[in-house]
């Protein structure tokens, strides 16, 4: 499958484009949070500079390599980093999958960003016609992420292990277009 996104992806409140090796800076405010890496790390620690290194050039490679994946959000007016989200390939259970991901700086949970993010992204590689399913997954507890995910309308499919602790794996699917059926497409 071939899928490639416009970089830049706008909502009502934010705006969004490609992670790039440079965007540390911006990923600190996530990755270095207590608060947020509770919910994405193994040992819910905030990551040290190395790891935030990796992560960053991780996001950033992903663009490169398959023309889509997360993009950093910040908010319309004000420029300030809000997050990131977007949708990237995951092997999952020891299949291939399209994961959407989303996160937000602490300081602006709860006022509806996450949801908006993630309903644009998955949208977006909706509407291509190429993707008929994606995924989402967190650990069972994580209140605020499973809300975004049935914000989304995804559905409860099963619960897995990742990175040793336990998780809900949520999916959302669309039918397959006429003119897609014929090309691969992930799940």
């Known amino acids: 499958m071939t899928l490639t996104l416009p970089t830049e ?5 934010l705006l969004g484009r ?7 800076g911006f990923l600190r405010h996530i990755l270095g949070s207590p608060q947020t890496m509770i919910w994405l790390s193994a040992d819910g620690k905030a990551a040290d500079e190395p790891r935030m290194l990796d ?6 490679g992903h663009w490169k390599a398959h ?6 959000f910040f908010l ?6 809000a997050g990131w989200g977007g949708i990237r390939y995951v092997m999952l259970d020891g299949a291939p999958e399209l994961e ?38 967190t650990q069972p507890h994580n209140a605020a992420s499973l809300g975004v995910m049935r914000a ?16 809900v794996v949520h999916r959302l699917r669309w039918p397959v277009e006429p003119q897609a059926a014929d090309q691969a497409s992930v799940r």
């Open 76 to 81: 319309r007016g004000s420029g300030a980093f």
């Open 18 to 24: 490609p992670a790039t090796d440079g965007d540390m």
């Open 100 to 137: 959407l991901l989303y996160a937000l700086r602490h300081t602006l949970w709860r006022e509806g960003l996450g949801s908006e993010m993630a309903r644009a992204c998955l949208e977006e590689v909706r509407a291509t016609g190429l993707v008929h399913s994606v995924v989402a997954y």
């Open 67 to 72: 023309g889509f994946g997360v993009r950093l």
């Open 55 to 60: 992560i960053t050039r991780s996001l950033s």
């Open 152 to 167: 989304c309308g995804m559905s409860f499919e099963r619960t897995t292990t990742v990175a040793g602790l336990p998780h």
């Open 9 to 13: 992806l706008q909502t009502n409140r």
